[in-house]
């Protein structure tokens, strides 16, 4: 079965300062991958998804993540933080391949608080 | 991006009340998904729709039920509420998406329900 895992529960970072945010997926077939964010008390928001072809993605708000094949792994970065940045992140890859009709199986989420 | 609406975003109830958590979208998705999701945890699929009179139970055992007989419309229905019933409830709808045609899930704002 598919699984994400997100190995980081919380991190800190400085406002201005870069971040790495990891997500590592166990997945047979080529995956389809994405990245939510969720403020407080609020829905997700999509930040950018891999479906096929560069393996280096643009997001919004100036994210970006890479797909890694051999490291089974999507991690998401952004050069500099802004204190707006601070919210819970989620990695998300979809399952089941041609039949999955939309399915998402999420990681526990990486909290991100950022200091002035 | 699509436009999905929860309501009530915010909910207080007592014990033995029947609510129901209302859904709807405006792009015209046939696919529709409720997320059952536990403070600092990830998101669990407790049911979806492909479409009209189509409905599906999702990965984590729920009390609740769904109905899908508009294809702008997903409501949640709880007949008895219990206090571990107390979650937040994210609904989501997607749409196909780039030349891979793959699921992409659009999330609305949820319904943070606490029994009492």
């Known amino acids: 079965a598919q699984s994400v895992t997100q190995p980081d529960i919380h991190i800190t970072v400085s406002e201005g300062a870069s971040l790495e945010l990891r997500c590592n997926y166990s997945y047979g077939a080529t995956p389809y991958l994405f990245w939510y964010v969720q403020s407080p008390g609020q829905g997700l928001q999509l930040l950018l998804k891999y479906f096929s072809g560069d393996t280096l993605v643009q997001g919004i708000k100036g994210f970006e993540a890479e797909f890694k094949r051999s490291q089974s792994s999507f991690n998401l970065r952004k050069p500099s933080v802004h204190w707006s940045d601070a919210a819970e992140y989620f990695c998300?890859?979809?399952?089941?391949?041609?039949?999955?009709?939309?399915?998402?199986?999420f990681g526990q989420g990486t909290i991100l608080t950022v200091h002035p | 991006e699509a436009d999905i609406y929860q309501t009530p975003r915010y909910l207080v109830i007592g014990t033995g009340k029947k609510i129901t958590l209302e859904c709807s979208q405006t792009?015209?998705?046939?696919?529709m998904y409720w997320y059952q999701q536990d403070p600092g945890m990830e998101l669990h699929l407790i049911h979806y729709s492909y479409g009209v009179n189509s409905t599906e139970k999702g990965d984590l055992s729920s009390e609740s039920t769904v109905s899908r007989i508009r294809t702008e419309h997903f409501p949640l229905t709880l007949e008895s509420a219990r206090p571990s019933h107390t979650s937040q409830y994210l609904c989501a709808s997607s749409e196909l998406s780039g030349s891979s045609q793959r699921d992409t899930q659009y999330f609305g704002p949820g319904t943070r329900l606490t029994v009492l």
């Open positions: 998300a890859v979809d399952r089941d391949g041609g039949t999955s009709y939309g399915k998402l199986t």
């Open positions: 792009m015209g998705h046939d696919k």
